[in-house]
Protein backbone atom coordinates (compact mmCIF):
# COMPACT_ATOMS: atom_id res chain seq x y z
CA UNK A 1 0.00 0.00 0.00
CA UNK A 2 2.37 2.39 1.23
CA UNK A 3 4.82 1.76 -2.51
CA UNK A 4 1.53 2.29 -4.44
CA UNK A 5 0.92 5.23 -2.70
CA UNK A 6 4.08 6.93 -3.20
CA UNK A 7 3.97 5.91 -6.99
CA UNK A 8 0.94 7.73 -7.10
CA UNK A 9 2.07 10.64 -5.41
CA UNK A 10 5.02 11.12 -7.40
CA UNK A 11 3.89 10.15 -11.39
CA UNK A 12 6.55 9.77 -14.38
CA UNK A 13 7.14 13.26 -16.01
CA UNK A 14 6.82 13.01 -19.44
CA UNK A 15 8.60 14.88 -22.09
CA UNK A 16 6.29 16.85 -24.60
CA UNK A 17 8.85 16.00 -27.17
CA UNK A 18 11.79 14.49 -28.35
CA UNK A 19 13.57 16.81 -30.79
CA UNK A 20 16.33 18.40 -28.66
CA UNK A 21 18.38 17.26 -25.21
CA UNK A 22 15.71 19.10 -22.99
CA UNK A 23 14.22 15.48 -22.48
CA UNK A 24 16.85 13.55 -21.08
CA UNK A 25 18.28 16.56 -19.30
CA UNK A 26 14.93 17.61 -17.62
CA UNK A 27 12.92 14.60 -17.58
CA UNK A 28 14.75 11.95 -17.43
CA UNK A 29 14.53 10.20 -21.05
CA UNK A 30 15.84 6.63 -21.52
CA UNK A 31 14.71 6.10 -25.13
CA UNK A 32 17.54 5.17 -27.01
CA UNK A 33 17.29 7.10 -29.52
CA UNK A 34 17.39 10.38 -27.18
CA UNK A 35 20.26 8.62 -24.87
CA UNK A 36 22.24 8.26 -28.62
CA UNK A 37 21.88 11.81 -29.05
CA UNK A 38 23.12 13.04 -25.92
CA UNK A 39 26.34 10.96 -25.91
CA UNK A 40 26.70 11.95 -29.74
CA UNK A 41 26.05 16.04 -27.97
CA UNK A 42 28.86 15.28 -24.82
CA UNK A 43 31.54 13.50 -27.05
CA UNK A 44 31.67 16.50 -29.90
CA UNK A 45 31.50 18.75 -26.81
CA UNK A 46 34.56 16.95 -24.79
CA UNK A 47 36.45 17.38 -28.18
CA UNK A 48 35.72 20.67 -28.83
CA UNK A 49 37.20 21.54 -25.34
CA UNK A 50 40.00 19.68 -25.95
CA UNK A 51 40.87 22.03 -28.87
CA UNK A 52 39.69 25.10 -26.98
CA UNK A 53 36.90 25.86 -29.53
CA UNK A 54 33.51 25.57 -27.56
CA UNK A 55 31.01 27.93 -28.01
CA UNK A 56 27.47 26.90 -27.27
CA UNK A 57 26.41 30.74 -27.46
CA UNK A 58 27.10 33.23 -29.93
CA UNK A 59 25.47 36.96 -30.67
CA UNK A 60 21.83 37.14 -31.21
CA UNK A 61 21.72 39.92 -32.84
CA UNK A 62 22.53 39.22 -36.43
CA UNK A 63 19.98 35.63 -35.84
CA UNK A 64 17.73 38.89 -34.84
CA UNK A 65 17.86 40.25 -37.84
CA UNK A 66 17.93 37.48 -39.88
CA UNK A 67 14.68 36.75 -38.46
CA UNK A 68 13.26 40.21 -39.17
CA UNK A 69 14.55 39.97 -43.11
CA UNK A 70 12.55 36.94 -43.32
CA UNK A 71 9.28 38.68 -42.48
CA UNK A 72 9.54 41.14 -45.03
CA UNK A 73 9.74 38.15 -47.69
CA UNK A 74 6.25 37.28 -45.77
CA UNK A 75 8.09 34.38 -44.06
CA UNK A 76 6.26 34.44 -40.65
CA UNK A 77 7.27 33.69 -37.17
CA UNK A 78 5.63 30.67 -37.04
CA UNK A 79 6.77 29.62 -40.63
CA UNK A 80 10.04 30.39 -39.07
CA UNK A 81 9.65 28.24 -36.01
CA UNK A 82 8.10 25.69 -38.07
CA UNK A 83 11.16 25.16 -40.70
CA UNK A 84 13.72 25.80 -38.36
CA UNK A 85 12.44 23.57 -35.65
CA UNK A 86 12.84 26.33 -33.18
CA UNK A 87 10.87 26.38 -29.88
CA UNK A 88 7.91 28.97 -29.46
CA UNK A 89 9.63 29.66 -26.00
CA UNK A 90 13.22 30.27 -27.49
CA UNK A 91 11.64 32.39 -30.48
CA UNK A 92 9.97 34.28 -28.06
CA UNK A 93 13.18 35.49 -25.62
CA UNK A 94 15.00 35.77 -28.66
CA UNK A 95 12.72 38.33 -30.69
CA UNK A 96 10.87 39.97 -27.41
CA UNK A 97 12.65 39.00 -24.11
CA UNK A 98 10.17 37.50 -21.76
CA UNK A 99 8.48 39.71 -19.26
CA UNK A 100 10.61 42.31 -17.64
CA UNK A 101 14.04 41.00 -19.47
CA UNK A 102 15.20 42.34 -22.74
CA UNK A 103 15.33 40.02 -25.78
CA UNK A 104 18.39 37.52 -25.55
CA UNK A 105 22.08 38.53 -25.81
CA UNK A 106 23.35 35.23 -26.75
CA UNK A 107 21.48 32.34 -28.52
CA UNK A 108 23.10 28.70 -28.80
CA UNK A 109 25.27 28.13 -31.82
CA UNK A 110 22.84 25.31 -33.21
CA UNK A 111 19.75 27.06 -33.09
CA UNK A 112 21.39 29.86 -34.68
CA UNK A 113 22.49 27.74 -37.77
CA UNK A 114 19.59 26.45 -37.95
CA UNK A 115 17.41 30.24 -38.44
CA UNK A 116 19.91 31.57 -40.54
CA UNK A 117 19.79 28.69 -42.84
CA UNK A 118 16.48 29.94 -44.28
CA UNK A 119 16.68 31.78 -47.31
CA UNK A 120 14.37 34.23 -48.27
CA UNK A 121 12.43 32.27 -50.92
CA UNK A 122 8.82 32.22 -52.63
CA UNK A 123 8.64 27.83 -52.41
CA UNK A 124 8.13 28.76 -48.49
CA UNK A 125 5.71 31.39 -48.12
CA UNK A 126 2.46 29.87 -47.04
CA UNK A 127 -0.61 29.66 -49.93
CA UNK A 128 -2.35 32.28 -47.75
CA UNK A 129 0.75 34.51 -47.24
CA UNK A 130 0.20 38.14 -48.18
CA UNK A 131 3.85 38.87 -50.55
CA UNK A 132 4.17 42.21 -52.44
CA UNK A 133 2.45 41.70 -55.98
CA UNK A 134 5.10 43.39 -57.88
CA UNK A 135 6.46 40.36 -59.68
CA UNK A 136 3.02 38.93 -60.12
CA UNK A 137 1.58 42.38 -61.90
CA UNK A 138 4.51 42.45 -64.19
CA UNK A 139 4.77 38.86 -65.31
CA UNK A 140 1.03 38.74 -66.38
CA UNK A 141 1.06 42.30 -67.69
CA UNK A 142 4.13 41.07 -70.16
CA UNK A 143 2.16 37.84 -71.17
CA UNK A 144 -0.66 40.45 -72.58
CA UNK A 145 2.08 42.48 -73.83
CA UNK A 146 2.90 38.92 -76.21
CA UNK A 147 -0.90 38.24 -76.94
CA UNK A 148 -2.28 36.28 -73.73
CA UNK A 149 -5.89 37.58 -72.81
CA UNK A 150 -6.89 37.68 -69.58
CA UNK A 151 -9.34 35.88 -69.49
CA UNK A 152 -6.77 32.61 -70.96
CA UNK A 153 -4.18 33.12 -68.45
CA UNK A 154 -7.26 33.21 -65.56
CA UNK A 155 -8.57 29.73 -67.16
CA UNK A 156 -5.33 28.81 -66.84
CA UNK A 157 -4.68 29.82 -63.62
CA UNK A 158 -8.01 28.77 -62.43
CA UNK A 159 -8.39 32.56 -61.22
CA UNK A 160 -11.65 34.11 -61.71
CA UNK A 161 -11.20 37.51 -63.94
CA UNK A 162 -11.69 39.94 -61.72
CA UNK A 163 -9.02 38.49 -59.71
CA UNK A 164 -7.12 38.86 -62.70
CA UNK A 165 -7.77 41.85 -63.58
CA UNK A 166 -6.94 43.42 -60.12
CA UNK A 167 -3.44 41.92 -60.56
CA UNK A 168 -2.84 42.83 -64.03
CA UNK A 169 -4.18 46.54 -63.19
CA UNK A 170 -2.32 47.02 -60.21
CA UNK A 171 -5.85 47.26 -57.85
CA UNK A 172 -4.52 44.37 -55.66
CA UNK A 173 -0.40 45.52 -53.93
CA UNK A 174 -0.39 42.00 -53.03
CA UNK A 175 -0.91 38.77 -53.90
CA UNK A 176 -0.87 35.18 -52.18
CA UNK A 177 1.70 32.93 -52.17
CA UNK A 178 -0.23 30.84 -53.95
CA UNK A 179 -1.15 32.84 -56.77
CA UNK A 180 2.24 34.37 -57.13
CA UNK A 181 4.10 30.74 -57.44
CA UNK A 182 1.28 29.56 -59.77
CA UNK A 183 1.47 32.60 -62.10
CA UNK A 184 5.65 32.33 -61.72
CA UNK A 185 5.31 29.03 -63.47
CA UNK A 186 2.52 29.84 -65.84
CA UNK A 187 4.97 32.74 -66.72
CA UNK A 188 7.77 30.32 -67.40
CA UNK A 189 5.72 28.32 -69.59
CA UNK A 190 4.30 30.92 -71.41
CA UNK A 191 7.00 33.54 -72.33
CA UNK A 192 8.22 32.17 -75.66
CA UNK A 193 4.83 30.52 -76.62
CA UNK A 194 2.78 31.77 -79.25
CA UNK A 195 -0.80 31.73 -77.78
CA UNK A 196 -2.18 31.24 -81.79
CA UNK A 197 -0.53 28.04 -81.38
CA UNK A 198 -2.24 26.93 -78.34
CA UNK A 199 -5.66 27.47 -80.01
CA UNK A 200 -5.98 31.76 -79.15
CA UNK A 201 -7.98 33.13 -81.39
CA UNK A 202 -6.15 36.03 -83.18
CA UNK A 203 -8.64 38.67 -82.24
CA UNK A 204 -8.02 38.20 -78.69
CA UNK A 205 -4.37 37.81 -79.36
CA UNK A 206 -4.27 41.43 -81.49
CA UNK A 207 -6.45 42.77 -78.72
CA UNK A 208 -4.30 41.58 -76.00
CA UNK A 209 -1.17 43.27 -77.06
CA UNK A 210 -3.27 46.43 -78.40
CA UNK A 211 -4.19 47.05 -74.65
CA UNK A 212 -0.59 46.35 -73.71
CA UNK A 213 0.64 48.89 -75.70
CA UNK A 214 -2.33 51.13 -74.86
CA UNK A 215 -0.81 50.71 -71.29
CA UNK A 216 2.52 50.50 -72.10
CA UNK A 217 3.28 47.56 -70.49
CA UNK A 218 6.40 45.48 -71.11
CA UNK A 219 6.73 42.40 -72.43
CA UNK A 220 9.05 39.71 -71.35
CA UNK A 221 12.40 40.38 -73.65
CA UNK A 222 12.06 44.00 -70.89
CA UNK A 223 12.60 42.26 -67.85
CA UNK A 224 15.28 40.30 -66.43
CA UNK A 225 14.58 37.04 -64.29
CA UNK A 226 16.86 38.29 -61.40
CA UNK A 227 15.19 41.17 -60.98
CA UNK A 228 11.66 41.01 -61.98
CA UNK A 229 10.03 40.61 -58.35
CA UNK A 230 12.02 43.95 -57.46
CA UNK A 231 10.02 47.29 -56.77
CA UNK A 232 12.94 49.14 -58.14
CA UNK A 233 13.26 47.66 -61.15
CA UNK A 234 13.02 49.17 -64.41
CA UNK A 235 11.79 47.62 -67.85
CA UNK A 236 14.44 48.30 -70.39
CA UNK A 237 12.20 48.94 -73.22
CA UNK A 238 15.24 51.62 -75.20
CA UNK A 239 17.89 49.21 -75.49
CA UNK A 240 16.84 45.51 -74.65
CA UNK A 241 16.37 45.00 -78.74
CA UNK A 242 20.52 45.65 -78.98
CA UNK A 243 21.63 43.96 -75.81
CA UNK A 244 19.96 40.83 -76.76
CA UNK A 245 21.31 40.79 -80.05
CA UNK A 246 24.65 41.21 -78.87
CA UNK A 247 23.99 38.48 -76.20
CA UNK A 248 22.80 35.80 -78.64
CA UNK A 249 25.34 36.68 -80.96
CA UNK A 250 28.25 36.20 -78.66
CA UNK A 251 26.46 33.09 -77.30
CA UNK A 252 26.44 31.26 -80.84
CA UNK A 253 29.87 32.56 -81.34
CA UNK A 254 30.68 30.95 -78.10
CA UNK A 255 28.76 27.72 -78.40
CA UNK A 256 29.29 27.06 -82.66
CA UNK A 257 32.94 27.95 -82.62
CA UNK A 258 34.23 27.45 -79.05
CA UNK A 259 32.17 23.86 -78.41
CA UNK A 260 30.65 25.85 -75.27
CA UNK A 261 27.48 24.49 -73.79
CA UNK A 262 24.27 26.93 -73.23
CA UNK A 263 24.96 26.98 -69.78
CA UNK A 264 28.55 27.57 -69.74
CA UNK A 265 27.93 30.34 -72.18
CA UNK A 266 25.56 31.52 -70.26
CA UNK A 267 27.93 31.80 -67.19
CA UNK A 268 30.95 32.78 -69.53
CA UNK A 269 28.73 35.80 -70.16
CA UNK A 270 27.54 36.61 -66.66
CA UNK A 271 24.00 36.06 -66.97
CA UNK A 272 21.62 33.50 -66.22
CA UNK A 273 20.66 30.45 -68.49
CA UNK A 274 17.10 31.61 -68.76
CA UNK A 275 18.15 34.98 -69.46
CA UNK A 276 20.18 33.78 -72.19
CA UNK A 277 17.09 32.03 -73.24
CA UNK A 278 15.37 35.13 -73.82
CA UNK A 279 18.08 36.53 -75.95
CA UNK A 280 18.67 33.56 -78.03
CA UNK A 281 14.54 33.28 -78.55
CA UNK A 282 13.90 36.73 -79.49
CA UNK A 283 17.48 36.91 -81.84
CA UNK A 284 15.36 33.96 -83.62
CA UNK A 285 12.38 35.35 -83.90
CA UNK A 286 13.58 38.84 -85.16
CA UNK A 287 15.29 37.04 -87.55
CA UNK A 288 12.66 34.94 -89.34
CA UNK A 289 11.03 38.61 -89.47
CA UNK A 290 13.59 39.76 -91.36
CA UNK A 291 13.47 36.74 -93.43
CA UNK A 292 9.87 37.04 -94.57
CA UNK A 293 9.45 40.77 -95.32
Known amino acids: MTTLLAAEAAPVRQAPH ?8 QYGCQRPECRARWRTYMNNRTRLLAYGTWQPYIDAEPVRQHVHMLRTYSIGIPRV ?14 LYGQGSRP ?5 RAR ?3 RITAIRPSLE ?28 ELGRRLDMDKKSVNDQVNGVSATAYGSTARAVRDLYD ?25 QRSWAPPAAWDDDYIDSPA ?16 EDALWLMNEQGYTRELAAHRLGITARHLDRALTWARGDREAVDTR
Open 111 to 113: TAD
Open 189 to 213: RLWDTDPASQGVDARWIGEARARAV
Open 124 to 151: LVLPKALVDGTGTRRRLRALVAVGWPQL
Open 233 to 248: AVPDLGEKVSAYAALS
Open 18 to 25: HNNLACLK
Open 103 to 107: PSRRV
Open 81 to 94: RELSGTPSGTMTKL
